[in-house]
Each structure stands twice: as C-alpha cells, then as structure tokens.
C-alpha cells in the first residue's frame, strides 16, 4: 500500500510540474512575441532582415526644398536607427525635399510579419493621396519601393509630419558598403557633423 501512496504521489508531482513547465513556455513564448514585434516605438531598426532598395528616383510631383537646413552636399550625421547600423553613422545630404511625412504599418505583399511604425512614406509615394494631408487611421496603398515587399502593400497611417525629407548615402557603424540613396530621413533626425 506504501508503494502505490508513493507512486501516486510521485505521478502527482510530475504532473503539477509538468503543467508549471509548460505555463511558462506559454508564458516566454507571449513574452517573446511581444518584445519581437516589429514596431519603431519598441525597437529601433525593424529593417534590418529587410532587403533595403537603393534606387535614386523620387516620385513623380516631389518638389526639391527651397531653403532645406542640410543643403545638398551637406555632411551629417544620423540620430536615427530606421536600420542597423545608421544610429551614429556620417552621411551625406543628396536630396532635400518639401513634403509630408508618414509613419505608417502596413502587411508586406510578399508575407511575413506586419510591418509597424515604419519611418517613412511620404504623400507621393501613397497611391491617390492628392494635396490632403492623410489623417491617422486612413487606409492607404504603398507605392513606394524601400522595402522588399512594400511596393502594392496595403498600409494605414499612424502619424503626419509636415516637412523637409532627405535622402542620404551613409555608411553604417556596422561596417560593410556604403548605402546609397537611403529613403527618408527627417531634418529631426540629422545633426550637422
């Protein structure tokens, strides 16, 4: 009778930690869901597994800036994080642009995660989006082509900025090639070098 009190017991406790074990795997795997989620607010650089396009060509109707605070040509360096290795890193300053700017979450057309907070689209890259500057929550379509999968995305707005975008050549803290024709930065997050 004692071995089958001590059996039961034992087949108990197994039991109990089994079950504890396996709450906490629910529980890290919740946990680490949520520090991976792919948002700016959250985590710096998104980007970084992304395949960043580099091409030159600005959309159609984007006017050049008329008196930008970083003048093409301008050495500066990056307060921003939009990728790996950009935190920190020296630029050059070869496109400066008066527009508005979005931060906008959107699901890529290849599949994959959503995209969060992703910094950033402006009205000529949006398809239809006319003069008005989009209010948040507005359901748009992507046409710009930073990101692989970003081009025909659908997206929403998450924020508007009215003001001047750059586009940079920068090369990274990282190391490795320079990155050529980045699109877009922000005059709030350049600092003269």
């Known amino acids: 009778m004692r071995k089958i009190i001590i059996g039961f017991i ?30 700016e607010e959250n985590v710096d650089m998104p980007h ?12 159609k109707g984007l006017g050049e800036a008329k008196n930008p605070t970083f003048e093409v040509g301008s050495k ?8 790996e290795g950009m935190q920190g890193a020296e630029a050059t300053v070869v496109g400066a642009y008066d527009t508005t700017a979005y931060v906008i979450s959107y699901t890529p057309t290849h599949g994959g ?10 009205q000529e ?7 008005k500057v989009l209010a948040p929550g507005t359901k748009v379509t992507i ?9 025909g995305a659908t997206g929403e707005i998450d924020r508007a900025e009215q003001t ?29 070098k």
């Open 10 to 39: 034992s087949f108990a406790t197994a039991f109990t930690l089994s079950a504890c074990n396996s709450s906490k795997k629910e529980i890290s795997t919740e946990e680490e869901s949520n520090v991976n989620v792919n948002t």
């Open 125 to 131: 890259e949006i398809k239809d989006a006319g003069e």
């Open 113 to 122: 995660e959503k995209v969060d907070n992703h910094k950033w689209v402006i």
């Open 164 to 192: 001047t975008v750059y586009m940079i050549d920068y090369t990274p803290t990282t190391g490795g090639e320079v990155v050529k024709n980045h699109k877009w930065v922000t005059e709030s997050e350049l600092t003269p």
């Open 48 to 59: 970084s597994d992304m395949n960043h396009t580099n091409t030159g060509e600005v959309p």
């Open 143 to 151: 046409e710009a082509d930073h990101m692989t999968g970003m081009k």
């Open 76 to 83: 500066v360096i990056l307060k921003t994080g939009h990728m």
